[in-house]
């Protein structure tokens, strides 16, 4: 009986002492954000990596969902012989939901899982505390421009992801099934808003940006440093940012268009 | 990958994410619509305005020549205030227009038609409509309709 209490005491405590630690790692950061200005090109070759290697999985899966969309929606719409407004249907859901929460799931699996791997065998092999000998802080050198660079790649991607996304539905929708080509535009145009819909989308992915870049990085900041450890870590990435990002998604979806 | 060709691709990507989020500002949204230059401001007041909302559309024969800017309620009339935008090249609207508040369809949104007069003056910025018809609402067409039958019922049975 007191071995189960002390058990999930320990739980309890190992829980919100990771928090504080996940808290005090963003506080760092963030402080270091600023250092990094003079040395930008640390940023941007973490963009290459974090970003631009991102850039074909996004498009390819923006394309399809988008051409996706275009076929449920037709079969759904055109029973109420509204296939017209296919065009709103696929803008819709890409901008303000499909577009920033598929790209924050893949930008998890694809550079998310990544980052924590290279932070955790950066720390099993030493490297970071290599660092510290040298008196270079890692916080600024390695774990700064890693957040910094998902951070920034997160809303290109998901403008990316959507835009693909209306391109692909407009090939399944127009080209395919013969929906009109300027209802589908014009409808669209109609409907959605520039500061309710686009707006909000950016501030989600802006949002998921920062949420899965600090998973990540803090993940294999946090590694145990064995390879299993850092196995463990990079599962963790995957799986806390993607519960993360869907709570989070409710929770941002409800603030901006519950009313 | 030497760090020239880092960089040039982190541009091309970063390029690829401005044109994105452009096209989805001009070519997804409503953005090229909001025209730069502001248009000329008319109110007209109703009896009832349920329905119909600030950004609705202000059409005159059936084409889109502003939206609604402001719906506000006049204590001293007790009438609902609309204040409308329109875009100023149209800007020939005679002094006696009307303005009604429609429905798209059946069950769509309500907007403003206008339609227009004969006076030689033109609406010009602050200008009063006065001749307005309100929104229809079904629940009082149905009850009118429904009292309507009883009285003729009630009269019938005479």
Same mark, same amino acid.
Do not use: C, H
């Given at each position: 009986m007191l071995d189960s209490l002390q058990l999930l005491g320990q739980k309890g405590l190992d829980f919100f002492q990771r928090l504080g630690r996940g808290h005090m790692l963003l506080? *760092? $950061?963030?402080?270091?954000?600023?250092?990094? @200005?003079?040395?930008?090109?640390? $940023?941007?070759k973490q963009t290459y990596s974090v970003g631009v290697l991102s850039l074909v999985i996004i498009v390819v899966s923006g394309l399809f969902v988008g051409m996706v969309l275009g076929l449920q929606g037709y079969n759904t719409l055109v029973d109420f012989g509204a296939e017209e407004s296919l065009g709103v249907v696929v803008a819709l859901s890409l901008v303000?939901? @499909?577009?920033?929460?598929?790209?924050?799931?893949?930008?998890? /699996?694809?550079?998310?899982?990544? @980052?924590?791997?290279?932070?955790?065998?950066?720390?099993?092999?030493? *490297? @970071? +505390?290599? %660092?510290? %000998? %040298?008196a270079v802080d890692p916080v600024r050198? #390695?774990?700064?421009?890693?957040?910094?660079?998902?951070?920034i790649s997160m809303p290109f991607l998901a403008a990316i992801f959507s835009a693909v996304g209306v391109l692909g539905g407009y090939f399944v929708g127009v080209g395919l099934?013969? $929906?009109?080509?300027?209802?589908?535009?014009? *409808? %669209?145009?109609?409907?959605?808003?520039?500061?309710?819909?686009?707006?909000?989308?950016i501030i989600k992915s802006l949002v998921f940006g920062v949420v899965v870049s600090?998973?990540?990085?803090?993940? /294999?900041?946090?590694?145990?440093?064995? +390879?299993?450890? #850092?196995?463990?870590?990079?599962?963790r990435t995957v799986v806390h940012s993607a519960l993360a990002v869907l709570g989070l998604d409710f929770i941002l979806t409800a603030l901006m268009f519950g009313e | 990958m030497t760090t020239r060709a880092t960089e040039i691709w982190v541009g091309i990507f970063v390029a690829a994410g401005l044109a994105a989020?452009?096209?989805? !500002?001009?070519?997804?949204?409503?953005?090229?619509?909001?025209?730069?230059?502001?248009g000329y401001e008319v109110s007209a007041r109703f009896e009832d305005v349920s329905g119909l909302k600030v950004r609705s559309p202000v059409t005159m024969s059936g084409v889109r020549i502003g939206r609604v800017r402001q719906i506000v309620f006049d204590d001293q009339a007790l009438q609902a205030v609309v204040v409308m935008e329109i875009e100023p090249h149209h800007n020939l609207l005679p002094k006696?227009?009307? !303005?009604? &508040?429609?429905? !798209?369809?059946?069950? =769509?949104?309500?907007?403003?038609?206008?339609? !227009? =007069?004969?006076?030689?003056?033109?609406?010009?910025?602050?200008?009063? &409509?006065?001749?307005?018809?309100?929104?229809l609402v079904l629940e009082k067409l149905i009850g009118q309709f429904v009292s309507k039958f009883m009285t003729e019922a009630g009269s019938g049975d005479r």
């Open positions: 506080l *760092q $950061v963030l402080t270091g954000l600023p250092s990094l @200005l003079p040395r930008f090109g640390l $940023v941007i303000r939901e @499909l577009g920033p929460v598929v790209t924050a799931l893949l930008f998890a /699996g694809r550079a998310g899982s990544a @980052l924590t791997a290279e932070i955790g065998l950066m720390k099993a092999t030493e *490297q @970071l +505390s290599a %660092m510290e %000998m %040298m050198r #390695v774990l700064a421009p890693r957040f910094l660079a998902g951070f099934l013969g $929906v009109d080509d300027g209802a589908y535009w014009s *409808q %669209m145009q109609d409907k959605v808003d520039m500061y309710d819909d686009i707006n909000n989308g600090w998973i990540a990085i803090f993940e /294999g900041n946090d590694a145990i440093p064995t +390879s299993e450890g #850092v196995s463990r870590a990079t599962t | 989020l452009f096209m989805l !500002a001009m070519k997804v949204s409503n953005l090229a619509s909001y025209s730069g230059d502001e006696d227009t009307s !303005a009604s &508040i429609y429905t !798209a369809g059946l069950l =769509g949104e309500k907007y403003v038609g206008l339609e !227009a =007069g004969g006076d030689e003056q033109n609406l010009v910025q602050g200008d009063e &409509i006065k001749l307005t018809q309100d929104s």
